[in-house]
């Protein structure tokens, strides 16, 4: 007893002689103290990664968009991974609750949640429920992205073939064609066929093909659209910034696939005009030349 009035009178307050075992209570205590610090230091990081100025990060891998329909695209593709990180954060969070404050302690067996009629309506509704969700956002992204405008800026029709493009501005007469990428050549001496379009302003592409498969892609569109013999096919995007960009075919259509390559100019109205102007003038002349 005097010793511990002593202890108690030096440390102004009581306390366990030093090498006494903390008791189970304690334990589970630091135990959970230390799990929430974790939590909430891992939140943090998260936080200022995608708080950096280069949002690479936010986009989950997806390039940057150049288009209103790759804004759309975009915003669909980062909603659906906010969804699974949530579940799966809430997945992982239980997982690790049990195995952290719920391990073994004997041979008693812990309470069941078997025929628990709330827990399985809750498992069964919010599956559902989330499901539901991403199948509207999907649907509703889809019929905006398929949408045709009755009245186009500028309509382009698109020959894919083997193993190259075309692209023709009815309404000015201008055709662009080219060569196919040639991997001997530097890229200073590459002729790929061009696609100009002007930023702003909704630009209608008519695709066909003469012979197979193909597939139109530009990787800054976030999307693609297959360019079908005998089945003509559309699309149609408002570009949002300006820039040069190289475009794909992204479906084996043969030996020299690989090198159907196309370039992708985004220039601003005025400067498109002042192209159309220039190219149906350099046209008609090397037509008239050959006449």
């Given at each position: 007893?005097?010793?511990?009035?002593?202890?108690?009178?030096?440390?102004?307050?009581?306390?366990?002689?030093?090498?006494?075992?903390?008791?189970?209570?304690?334990?589970?205590?630091?135990?959970?103290?230390?799990?929430?610090?974790?939590?909430?230091?891992?939140?943090?990081?998260l936080?200022?990664?995608?708080?950096?100025?280069?949002?690479?990060?936010?986009?989950?891998?997806?390039?940057?968009?150049?288009?209103?329909?790759?804004?759309?695209?975009?915003?669909?593709?980062?909603?659906?991974?906010?969804?699974?990180?949530?579940?799966?954060?809430?997945?992982?969070?239980?997982?690790?609750?049990?195995?952290?404050?719920?391990?073994?302690?004997?041979?008693?067996?812990?309470?069941?949640?078997?025929?628990?009629?709330p827990?399985?309506?809750?498992y069964?509704?919010?599956?559902?429920?989330?499901?539901?969700?991403?199948?509207?956002?999907?649907?509703?992204?889809?019929?905006?992205?398929?949408?045709?405008?009755?009245?186009?800026?500028?309509?382009?029709?698109?020959?894919?073939?083997?193993?190259?493009?075309?692209?023709?501005?009815?309404?000015?007469?201008?055709?662009?064609?080219?060569?196919?990428?040639n991997?001997?050549?530097?890229?200073?001496?590459?002729?790929?066929?061009?696609?100009?379009?002007?930023?702003?302003?909704?630009?209608?592409?008519?695709?066909?093909?003469?012979?197979?498969?193909?597939?139109?892609?530009?990787?800054?569109?976030?999307?693609k659209?297959?360019?079908?013999?005998?089945?003509?096919?559309?699309?149609?995007?408002?570009?949002?910034?300006?820039?040069?960009?190289?475009?794909?075919?992204?479906?084996?259509?043969?030996?020299?696939?690989?090198?159907?390559?196309?370039?992708?100019?985004?220039?601003t109205?005025?400067?498109?005009?002042?192209?159309?102007?220039?190219?149906?003038?350099?046209?008609?002349?090397?037509?008239?030349?050959?006449t």
């Amino acid at each position: 007893m005097t010793l511990i009035h002593r202890q108690a009178a030096s440390g102004g307050r009581d306390r366990a002689p030093r090498g006494t075992a903390p008791s189970g209570t304690a334990k589970r205590s630091r135990r959970r103290a230390n799990a929430l610090r974790g939590g909430v230091l891992a939140v943090l990081l998260l936080c200022l990664a995608g708080c950096s100025p280069n949002d690479t990060f936010t986009r989950f891998g997806f390039p940057n968009p150049v288009t209103d329909q790759g804004k759309i695209t975009l915003s669909l593709w980062q909603g659906s991974w906010i969804a699974g990180l949530l579940v799966g954060a809430v997945v992982w969070g239980k997982i690790l609750w049990s195995v952290i404050f719920h391990r073994k302690r004997g041979n008693k067996l812990p309470p069941q949640v078997r025929y628990n009629m709330p827990i399985e309506i809750l498992y069964t509704v919010v599956p559902f429920v989330l499901i539901a969700v991403l199948f509207y956002y999907t649907a509703k992204d889809e019929n905006t992205i398929d949408a045709i405008p009755k009245n186009p800026a500028v309509t382009v029709n698109v020959v894919g073939f083997q193993w190259s493009w075309q692209f023709n501005y009815p309404s000015s007469g201008v055709t662009e064609d080219g060569e196919m990428w040639n991997p001997s050549l530097p890229a200073s001496q590459q002729h790929l066929p061009l696609l100009e379009i002007p930023e702003g302003e909704t630009v209608l592409s008519n695709l066909t093909s003469p012979d197979v498969i193909h597939a139109m892609w530009v990787p800054e569109f976030l999307f693609k659209r297959d360019v079908i013999p005998g089945h003509p096919n559309h699309f149609s995007i408002t570009a949002t910034k300006t820039g040069t960009f190289i475009g794909h075919c992204s479906e084996l259509c043969g030996v020299y696939h690989s090198r159907m390559l196309f370039t992708l100019k985004i220039v601003t109205p005025s400067q498109f005009n002042t192209w159309i102007a220039q190219q149906k003038a350099l046209q008609s002349s090397a037509a008239g030349s050959t006449t």
